[in-house]
């Protein structure tokens, strides 16, 4: 067992010891057991799967952040956490339109460019969670 805190800019969303998290990096997604080796990683919008102590699992969905593992304590600083069931569909589905129509604009900034991309990746990872909860 390992120590899990994840938290967001407005505060711990979940902190306890834990068997094994499961997150999506911009590597893919990872598992983490006890005694994993160092790691700092990128989170990317997807899924974080918590198994606890005592069995229970928890999930949640993530956007960006930064995971550091290190010996027994993890932390995952996102930021923004979801339960799978209060994603609002329809607000993503308007973000993702919304970030679809800008980037059709060749007159966009790469700093604009890059801002609606990460908008389209975080509405279309949060889209097909809420789908497969369904």
């Known amino acids: ?64 952040g930064v995971l550091d593992v290190r010996g027994d304590k993890v932390i995952a600083l996102v930021e923004e956490v979801f339960e799978l069931d209060e994603i609002n569909v329809d607000n993503e589905k308007q973000l993702l339109e919304e970030a679809n129509q800008k980037l059709q604009n060749e007159n966009l900034s790469e700093e604009e460019k890059e801002h609606y991309e990460k908008q389209r990746s975080r509405s279309q990872a949060l889209l097909n969670l809420a789908s497969a909860k369904v």
């Open 1 to 64: 067992m390992y120590r899990l805190d994840v938290v967001t800019p407005t505060g711990s969303v979940f902190s306890g010891d834990v068997y094994q998290t499961v997150i999506t990096t911009a590597d893919g997604e990872i598992g983490i057991l006890e005694n994993h080796m160092l790691l700092l990683t990128n989170i990317t919008p997807g899924k974080l799967r918590i198994e606890k102590a005592d069995g229970e699992v928890k999930e949640f969905a993530v956007t960006y």
